[in-house]
C-alpha cells in the first residue's frame, strides 16, 4: 500500500521521536557512564573490585539464577493451561496474572512482610522452625518473583492462543500422549516466545527495586542486591562508585534488550 502521509509530516514525527528519546533515554544513559568514569578507570575499576560490590552482583545474579527458571516453568504450564484448556475458573486464572502488574511493588513487598515476618501471618511457624524468609535471600527471590511472573505467562498466552490446538491434537490422533504432545509440538513452536520471555523476566529481576528494598531490609554485604547498593552509595555521597555500579546495571539491560532484538528478528523470519 502506497504511503499517502506528506513527506514533512513523516519527517516531523520521526525527528520529534528520535529527540524525545534521545533526552529521556539516551541521556541519561550516556550520563551514567560519563559519571562512572568521571575519575578515571582506576577510580572505576576500585569501585567495582570492591568487596561489597562484588556481593551485590552476585546476589543479583543468584535472585535471577533462581527467578528466572521458576517463571518460565510455572508461566509456561499456566499459559498453556489457559491457552489450551476450557475449565471454570479459566477467567479468575487469567485476571490473576495481572495482579503483579496493578499492584505497586512496595505494596508487594509489604505483604510478604505480613505473612513472612517475625509477627507475620507464618511468623511463629518459621520461627519455630528457625527459618528466615524476610530479610534474607528466600524474601528477595519470592518478592521478584511475583514482580516479574506475568511477563513470560502473558507472552506465551497470546502465542498458543494465535496458534490454535490443531497441531497437538493431530499429534495425541496419531498416539502420541499429553506430555509428548507438549515437549514435541507444542515447546518447539513457542521457544522463541519463551525466550522473549525470559529476557523481560531477566531485564526486571536484575533492575528490581521497590518490593526487594521492603523485603529485603537493605543489610550492606548480605541482602543489597545491586539497585539497592547504587542507592546507598549515592546517599552516601560516593557519587562515582554508585554510578560505576549503575554502568553494570545498565550494561546488562543492554544486553538483554540486543537479546530482545535478536528474538523478535527470528520470529519474524
Partial sequence: MRNVEPKALQYVCIGISFIFLGIMVALPLIIVFV???????????EAL???Y?????????????????LNAIFGTFIAYSI?????????ILSSLIEIPFAVSPVIVGLCFVLLFGNSGFFGEILNAWDIKIIFA??????????????????????????QGKEEEEAAISL?????????????PNIKWGLFYGVVLTNARVIGEFGAVAVVSGKIIGLTTTMPLYIEILYNDYLYTAAFAVASVLTLLSIIALILKCIIEKYERA
Avoid at 559519571?35 to 575499576?45: D, L, P, T
Avoid at 491457552?83 to 477467567?91: L, N, T, W
Wanted: negative net charge; hydrophobic residues 55%.
Fill in 35 to 45: 559519571e562512572a568514569f568521571s575519575e578515571g578507570i582506576a577510580v572505576y575499576w
Fill in 49 to 51: 573490585s570492591d568487596e
Fill in 53 to 69: 560490590t562484588i556481593k551485590a552482583i552476585l546476589l543479583t545474579l543468584t535472585c535471577v539464577a533462581f527467578v528466572v527458571p
Fill in 83 to 91: 491457552a489450551k484448556f476450557e475449565f471454570k475458573g479459566k477467567f
Fill in 137 to 162: 535471600l528466600p524474601a528477595i527471590i519470592l518478592a521478584s518473583a511475583f514482580v516479574t511472573f506475568p511477563f513470560v505467562a502473558k507472552e506465551l498466552i497470546a502465542l498458543m492462543q494465535e
Fill in 175 to 187: 498416539g502420541a500422549n499429553g506430555w509428548q504432545s507438549f515437549f514435541k509440538v507444542t515447546l
